[in-house]
């Protein structure tokens, strides 16, 4: 039977909606690896000054200020980096769930063509995990640190808690420590700056908003 009128304009707003959401999924991703190209190019540049900064002084007082200072810029910025990635990562997560919902409303006017649907058409966790490709078993596990380290906010995290490392490290040896201790100081450093951004992350992913709640969730499985 032909589609009414009510529906065909149904399924062109829904149409147009479903292209809405992914040139903005589309912007999200060229939002996020262009943060990641920002910070990549200005933490290669500030080891590029610091070289020359220690050829010209050979790594005298002069260096030890200039290093702490410019790769403290470069830790600031990496941190607010990853921030802008994992929300970046939360809006990514909204619009999923934005589709999934479309896809149930065009279910709902033409049912017979689900078994064509490759993605899900639920707004749930585990609808959102289908519909990027991961395992919804996997959803117990998405605050995970091996997960969380997988991720693009997870793998710049390392990248700026090593930055941290070697603040901690330069700061010991410009006081003068011994090798033993500036080794120490950068590895305490580097420690605590990871644990703390895996641990903001690791909440950021658990803290969903009340408007991401389930309108359509997943049906209950069936009991083997």
Sequence with gaps: MPPTRAQSEAIQILATEHWSLLATRALTYQESLGRVNMFLTILSGAVIALALVAQADHFGPAFFAVAIFMLAVVFITGLFTVARLQTLNRDDFRWVLGMNRLRNAYLDLHPELENHFTTSSYDDMSGALHTLGIDPVGASRLGSLVHGLSTLPGMLSMIVASVGGAI??????????????????GLAAFVLAAVGMVVALSRSVKRLTPSLGPRFPSPPKSPT
Excluded at 168 to 184: K, S
Aim: hydrophobic share 60%; aromatic share 6%.
């Design 168 to 185: 901690g490290g330069l700061i010991a040896a410009g006081f003068g420590a011994p090798p033993v201790v500036i080794l120490l100081s």
